[in-house]
T-cell receptor, first 115, second 113 residues
Framework: SAVISQKPSRDICQRGTSLTIQCQVDSQVTMMFWYRQQPGQSLTLIATANQGSEATYESGFVIDKFPISRPNLTFSTLTVSNMSPEDSSIYLC????????????FGPGTRLTVL | QQQVKQSPQSLIVQKGGISIINCAYENTAFDYFPWYQQFPGKGPALLIAIRPDVSEKKEGRFTISFNKSAKQFSLHIMDSQPGDSATYFCAASRISDDYKLSFGAGTTVTVRA
């Protein structure tokens, strides 16, 4: 499986500000996924990030709020814009498996608290 | 609308006992059913997965049972250990949807020594 790292691991932010989360993978992958896990809740897919094209957002998530960059096959960023306390969540990136594409492997997550 | 329904929300089992978590789905196009294990402060880790052409898959103490006609699948943790205490998520995906995962609500398992 790929080794995935995320930065920062956690942050506390003021409402109205923005935070950019980085996801780095140790191998080249076509797809990267961004998920949100609200406190005590399950994971919800925010968007799919493909290198060289615009990210595809799921219902309820918009590019203005969660802009995504995918400059190359090993890196992606998710920005949480104009934050409110409701954005307090764990944000996770994931990538498909190299041998078995159905498999998805997750990064350690970024724990965001918005005051 | 949650595509995968998971139960129970939490369970407590004695060391050496069996933990059973159940999931049900509606979309018959799903063709991959993984289970993830998540410890506090960590990302979910892939535990075991099954495809709908198989009724059971076992890896060590973890077994998935799959009932295609009932659109249900379950995770059995045999000989539960305190180190198994974690939150478990079932999920489903399909190749036609770029393997996007739909997750169940999660089950918090506590194994008492």
């Amino acid at each position: 499986s790929a080794v995935i790292s995320q930065k920062p691991s956690r942050d506390i932010c003021q409402r109205g500000t923005s935070l950019t989360i980085q996801c780095q993978v140790d191998s080249q992958v076509t797809m990267m996924f961004w998920y949100r896990q609200q406190p005590g809740q399950s994971l919800t897919l925010i968007a799919t990030a493909n290198q060289g094209s615009e990210a595809t957002y799921e219902s309820g998530f918009v590019i203005d709020k969660f802009p995504i960059s995918r400059p190359n096959l090993t890196f992606s960023t998710l920005t949480v814009s104009n934050m409110s306390p409701e954005d307090s969540s764990i944000y996770l990136c994931s990538v498909p498996g190299l041998a078995v594409y159905n498999e998805q492997f997750f990064g350690p997550g970024t724990r965001l608290t918005v005051l | 609308q949650q595509q995968v329904k998971q139960s129970p929300q939490s369970l407590i089992v004695q060391k050496g006992g069996i933990s059973i978590i159940n999931c049900a789905y509606e979309n018959t196009a799903f063709d991959y059913f993984p289970w993830y294990q998540q410890f506090p402060g960590k990302g979910p880790a892939l535990l075991i997965a099954i495809r709908p052409d198989v009724s059971e898959k076992k890896e060590g103490r973890f077994t998935i049972s799959f009932n295609k006609s009932a659109k249900q699948f379950s995770l059995h943790i045999m000989d539960s250990q305190p180190g198994d205490s974690a939150t478990y998520f079932c999920a489903a995906s399909r190749i036609s949807d770029d393997y996007k995962l739909s997750f169940g609500a999660g089950t918090t398992v506590t194994v008492r020594a």
